[in-house]
């Protein structure tokens, strides 16, 4: 991002005017759906000096992108099915990601390939993983990684004394790199406003606006008002990943894309369960389970099944967590239990239909269609390779457009909070000892918000009781709570506590105990009233009721009937 242009916030008076907006004038390009390719769409078109207007049914990153493994990777196992241009394209937009796009929110992580076989499997493995790492070099670009290593088990066991020595013969270590995914979202949508898009979350489009057999914008209902209004645009592009074939049906007639739905379960235990200083990769029957250090956690996951119930809300079986327990326990000296687990989540991968009954052998690539005039679909891709995605809808939209447009430049874009941040990461105990925060806090603060920590600052100077951690929750400072809400485009608890921060799987009340508080912190920005903090702090709690119960059925059809008793948030306009 330029030096010196300030962030856009996307505050509740932010979202009003996006809306209004939206519906005042003819875009040149209006996206639905808010999750990490819609958002690139967003950052990638107005980029290029188009207007364009974005709008997501709930929050933003709420569907599958801020429940994945939160890993920026080329896909080692692609390379056993011989992807070699997949594998290459998402190593170096993971370069692009670490080195210049996001280093405030990528950072390398190193994963121990365990080896249980002498003889052939070494030279198998340590072949593939020479041949990601020569993958991995972009134009311009170093890898951002250190280069693997071939360990013996004494050695891995130095790394990782929690894995049983009878369990495997050698091990090799490779790097790769994870991000906030939810976060990363959000802050794409904040730069892509900063250069003048329009977004707006819980603004659901329920049909397209139609000029005989072109699509000319889309219906849209405020989910917080109830109002509906008209969008109006040149080009609509649907980027609603695992939802795509529902907005499809809303033009009427088949699609050109069809989407099938995997879901994947991840586990958060504290770190202390596991005495390891790296990441492990295990190879499973059916893929590959990653243990992935996060904060003061492992994250464990994940698994690969067909789904085919509630897209919104997909639950967690009892089955699908044992499954992750079993696998991991098999390399583990000391094994978890259930009791071990601090947090559940579970997302909807979308997959392109049509290769194999299998999920697993789903097709991780992209396409791009212009099924009727007017309306761009996209869908299928891996997280790593949004960018891509975008670069290739955004020029289906050029196409369909009268006036010329230029090419992309998101490689040469960096997002919001970018910029200067690693002088001010070499500045963090000067900013500690000015801020009054222990240095710990600063590097907190850094790792999710780069270089835009002086607008979180600025709340605790204006009022240095945010400045003090949650109670129930003291890795994250009152302060981000608000800003949340100024900033960040929440507009509910739910949003707070379950993307803006981790709350709700990084603590073993997965959010509960802090509710309250939080809610009445998010009052003032959002302007509740007494009765409005209550509903949120109940649905919050009957949501989580709900969450743990399903986790305790035997089956997909009973974890999602029980997860679907929760009721959805019922909003209120601000009372002003």
Known sequence: MAAGKCVARLGPVERGAALAAMASRELDVVVVGGGVVGAGIALDAATRGLEVGLVEARDFASGTSSRSSKLIHGGLRYLEQLNFDLVREALQERALLLQRIAPHLVRPVPFLFPLTHFGWERPYVGAGVML????????????GVPGHRHLSRKRALRLAPALRKSAFTGAVQYWDAQVDDARYVMTLLRTAATYGAHVAPRAQAVGFLREGERVT???????????ELDVRAQQVVNATGV???????????????????SKGIHLLVPRDRIHSRTGLILRTEKSVLFVIPWGRHWIIGTTDTEWTLTKAHPAASRADIDYLLDHVNEVLSVPLTRDDVEGVYAGLRPLLSGESDQTSKLSREHVVAHPVPGLVMVAGGKYTTYRVMAKDAVDAVAHGLDQRVPPSCTDRIA???????????????????????????????????????????????ADPSLGKPLHGADDYLRAEIVY????????????????????????????????????????GPLGWDDEQVKREVEYYTKRIEAE???????????????????PEIVPVEPSS
């Open 548 to 566: 743990r119960l399903s986790q305790e059925q035997d089956t997909d059809q009973e974890a999602d009937a029980i997860r679907l008793g929760a």
């Open 484 to 523: 949340a809400a100024t900033h960040e485009g929440a507009r509910h608890l739910n949003d707070v506590l379950t993307r803006r921060t981790h709350i709700s799987i990084e603590t073993f009340h997965r959010g509960t105990a802090v509710a309250q508080e939080a809610a009445e912190l998010l009052a």
């Open 132 to 143: 990601y790492d020569t993958l991995g070099f972009a134009s311009g670009l170093t890898r």
């Open 217 to 227: 914008g889309v219906r849209v209902r405020d989910l917080e008002s109830g109002d």
């Open 415 to 461: 997002l919001a909070g970018a910029e200067g941040y690693q002088a001010l990461w070499n500045s963090r105990h000067r900013i500690a000892y000015d801020s009054g925060l222990h240095v710990a806090r600063i590097e907190h603060l850094l790792q999710r918000y780069g270089s835009m920590i002086d607008e979180v600052l600025a709340l605790i100077e």
């Open 243 to 261: 939802w795509t074939d529902d907005i499809q049906e809303l033009v009427g007639g088949r699609g050109q894309i069809h989407v099938r739905a």
